[in-house]
């Protein structure tokens, strides 16, 4: 099971990045399996380079600071 507190801390990381550009990040869901997902916000939403955000940055962070993270997608709202 993946600490839910440990990715929060990790989104941390991220978000002074993504806040320089206008967006955000929000934390939805940890599943059993270790799937995040998130939700981008502000300009991140709907950017064209989201995905590539999403995988190179939030999910590369994850994956190196809270054990178990297996993916990281964005979330069905």
């Known amino acids: 099971m993946v ?3 440990l990715v ?4 941390e990381l991220v978000r ?6 206008g967006g955000d990040v929000k934390l939805i869901d940890v599943d059993s ?8 916000q ?3 939403k709907g950017c064209p380079m989201s995905q590539l955000t999403l995988s190179n940055s939030v999910e ?7 054990p178990g993270v297996t993916k990281v997608i964005p ?3």
């Open 16 to 21: 002074p990045a993504l806040q320089a550009d």
């Open 60 to 66: 590369r962070i994850l994956k190196e600071r809270v």
């Open 3 to 5: 600490d839910r507190s």
């Open 33 to 40: 399996e270790g799937v995040v997902s998130v939700e981008l």
């Open 42 to 44: 502000g300009a991140c």
């Open 75 to 77: 979330a069905e709202l």
């Open 8 to 11: 929060e801390d990790a989104l």
